[in-house]
């Protein structure tokens, strides 16, 4: 053997490894990037030496040249379906006819999830793999040999030995969600089809005639039997797989061996209850019976055998008939489309209503009033509309109107426009949300912006839900939210259902929020873009209201994670007259802001002259010509009045014609000077912001909280976190520095032992939160 030739094999071995512990234990061996360099080691060395390629080297996964066509297969045994079983019932009776039919009580059953993809044939002659089929009608398939090859986790040779000398092993081609969710994002992106579910994913990547597409999908395998064997493996079903494990083939790690069908219920029940966690869609689990000999014994009814079951979860896809569609109007007047279904129960459930999300949505979808469509509910999320059957439209289906009027108020409903800015030129674009111009005096506005102001997260008004919210407005006591600071007992205890007690509540709860901080203001202003971050950075940085309300879009977009949009939607708000009014009828009617205070280093050290500078958006301006321009003039006064051959000093001849041009514009230089000044007026000093961050003790650390905390609630914890410079984030992952446990933790602390992340109990937190620099 040539050099070349030895370590060609001894690479493949080791890849072969690689891929076996990666794919089938789940236990990954070595970090992708040697797995990679190995890969690459190995195809530089077949590039070299053409006639050492063999057709199961790792290399050899890419998929070839496009088929006409596929070839037709022929099924030496049958791949069967499978009887269903929908109910608990169902299930029982099936066991009862195991018992009758061996005569015996109590049964072993194997128990594994049902994949919701293709069932496929791969075929393996002296552990080489020869041969893939699809099902097709169970008798013939189709052969998809060259597409099974591109799957990552399909051994194209087998493992260790002993094998049949023939061996058809079978199993299900699926597409994990997250696989799924990557290709459909990639699809839209190259302006692709996108699938509407994994399922179709999967179907749609292995039937490809060509093959270099399926090899560029997320396709994955589990085995879940046998076919075509020379000679018996093992005398039971789980045997079988676990010798087809050993033997290289991925098997599902839900596999399970259950004493009786009590259990198999429970296992039922279990992997329902996990069905979201998982990382591939089922639609059920499956149900065999353990012995082989058995198994003989029971055989086959017409074309299902006698020994199986699959126990379906109950469906999550239904079609039903657009009946119409409705129009909703949300905290900020975004009107919102909303399908009105002929009722049918999905998954459990009786759906009657589904999201459309927007306009642009309906149109994707294609809609028409009167089409048949699919819709489907997963988990607890709110039903969508998958598709339109196209083919079921009736004549008289009509397209879904443009709202123009508000559903709630009459008032007129414009589409949203996106600004643009980029080089000086504004662009406007039409935005995907229609709104209703009314504001608050549109009751739909009106109740959401007050259940928004007075939730625990903005004012916290105890005890004010939605209900008393309607009838607030209903009754006309309530305008804006500034009414609320002027309710009297007796005008609440007039309304239906309240007391003297409820009514004297009510009134002192909402005394009681007379005094937020500063944060939780802004956030119950309910400013569109306006989160619990966003105003938490607003408060943070700029210290008090009349800054805030103050500020220039273009100042705001110096502050950390505001973008343009956010900034010109808060610039909006402020600019708003009845906003304004709003704002101070509040501030008259007694709020109380606390913690207003200075700006922020963290804002005024932000600032730079040259970041101004290219914050401009003037033609050619970049950060380059920014930084020149802003070391050679210094102030924007002296920048505005630079002559041509000043700037030609520094910058090319068209950046000096554009700067001039800017300048020569009265409003463009008037703006620009505004925002200098007003950066000025705010405390601006030239620094950098990293040293202000850095200054903080936790800056740069990643924080979790999990469990319930005793002493403070979650939401106090990440307050006092975040002061200290933290970041506190929902979920554990390698970059955590430190997980908060308390009692009742579970996957979070569990998984952070994994890691070896840091876990601190709440004692320890507190004590850390006492003396923070004890680090
Ligand atoms: O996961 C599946 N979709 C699945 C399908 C699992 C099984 O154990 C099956 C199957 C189809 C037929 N077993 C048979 C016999």
Redo the contacts with the bound molecule.
Sequence with gaps: MTTAQTRILELRQELDEHNYRYYVLDEPSIPDAEYDRLFRELKALEADNPQLVTPDSPTQRVGGAALSAFATVRHEIP????GNAFEEQDLLDFDRRVCDGLETQAVEYSC??????L?VSLLYQDGQLVRGATRGDGTTGEDISVNVRTIRNVPLRLKGSGWPTTLEV?G?VYMSKAGFERLNAAQAEAGGKTFANPRNAAAGSLRQLDSRITASRPLEF?C??IGQVSHDIADTHIGNLKQLQQWGLPISRELKLANSVEQCLEYYRDIGARRQALAYE?DGV?F?VNSIGAQRELGFRSRE?RW?L?HKFPASEEMTELLDVEFQVGRTGAVTPVARLKPVKVAGVTVANATLHNMDEVARLGLMIGDTVIIRRAGDVIPQVMQVVTDRRPADARPVPVPTACPVCGSEVERTQLIKRSKGKQTVIEGVVYRCVGRLACAAQLKQAIIHFVSRRAMDVDGLGDKIVEQLVDTGLVRSPADLYTLTQEQVLALEGFAEVSSRNLVNAIAASRTPALARFIFALGIPEVGEETAKVLARSLGTLQRIMAAKPLVLTYLPDIGNEVAYEIGHFFEEEHNRTVIAQLLERGIELQGEGELHAEFAAATSFEGLVAKLDIPYVGPGAAQKLAQKFGALDTLAQADWLDLRQVVAERTAKAVREYFDDPQRRAEALAVEAQLRDFGMHWASVKKVVEGLPLAGQTWVLTGTLESMSRDEAKDKLEALGAKVAGSVSAKTHTVVAGPGAGSKLAKAQQLGVAVMDEAQFAAMLAEPSGL
Excluded: F, Q
Excluded at 79 to 82: A, N, P, R, V
């Design positions: 791949m069967l379906s499978l594994e999830p049902k994949l919701d993809g069932a079978r299900e589990c879940y039997g089922i499956v065999k055998p199986a699959a």
